[in-house]
T-cell receptor, first 111, second 115 residues
Framework: RKEVEQDPGPFNVPEGATVAFNCTYSNSASQSFFWYRQDCRKEPKLLMSVYSSGNEDGRFTAQLNRASQYISLLIRDSKLSDSATYLC????????????WGLGTSLAVNP | ETGVTQSPTHLIKTRGQQVTLRCSSQ?????VSWYQQALGQGPQFIFQ???????GRGNFPPRFSGLQFPNYSSELNVNALELDDSALYLC??????????????FGEGSRLTVL
């Protein structure tokens, strides 16, 4: 089992749609969680950190479920500019502290 | 812009050759991480440098090596290039070494093609 697994893409949605991505992680001791966005042939950029209480930034909402070991990203009122790959990232604590990256989920928002 | 710069942006090498990629970190950041991203894959952690020392390494062979300089800029060296080394190499700048919270600032990457 991979350490971080994401929904297989691609997701094709019309403008204005609501879309949700899920990500599961295998290490119950994982400490911190993030969503990064990567545009085609560009570098990843931090979209948002994911907090235990859940957090919202405009149209984007991130949730963490530690009991089930998954995080989610909800995008409301999709825009064409939301088209990108969304990467789930988990920070493992302890002696082997490092970031583990998912493969990413591709989103295409269509007019 | 993140303030992280990488060079060169694109390069082509042949099998068996050596390559050096360079990265200047964001002002105030003392940690540089290097990632390899193959087409259609997520970034794979190569190693991290903090205050001029390697302080974390992923599952990459010894022919992947690096340096960090007193100004916190960094180099990634790859010897004996193989076809599978073709990828986007990303440098990420941060603060705090292994204590970093996971918020990274990436350069635009160096796209390496090995023929």
């Amino acid at each position: 089992r991979k350490e971080v697994e994401q929904d297989p893409g691609p997701f094709n949605v019309p403008e204005g749609a609501t879309v949700a991505f899920n990500c599961t992680y295998s290490n119950s001791a994982s400490q911190s969680f993030f969503w990064y966005r990567q545009d085609c042939r560009k570098e990843p950029k931090l979209l948002m950190s994911v907090y235990s209480s859940g957090n919202e930034d405009g149209r984007f909402t991130a949730q963490l479920n530690r009991a089930s070991q998954y995080i989610s990203l909800l995008i409301r009122d999709s825009k064409l500019s939301d088209s990108a790959t969304y990467l789930c990232v988990v920070l493992n604590a302890g002696n082997n502290r490092k970031l583990i990256w998912g493969l990413g989920t591709s989103l295409a928002v269509n007019p | 812009e993140t303030g992280v710069t990488q060079s060169p942006t694109h390069l082509i090498k042949t099998r068996g050759q050596q390559v050096t990629l360079r990265c200047s970190s964001q002002s105030g950041h003392n940690t540089v991480s290097w990632y390899q991203q193959a087409l259609g894959q997520g970034p794979q952690f190569i190693f991290q440098y903090y205050r001029e020392e390697e302080n974390g390494r992923g599952n990459f062979p010894p022919r992947f090596s690096g340096l960090q300089f007193p100004n916190y800029s960094s180099e990634l060296n790859v010897n004996a290039l193989e076809l599978d080394d073709s990828a986007l190499y990303l440098c990420a700048s941060s603060f705090g070494g292994r204590a970093n919270t996971g918020e990274l600032f990436f350069g635009e990457g160096s796209r390496l093609t090995v023929l």
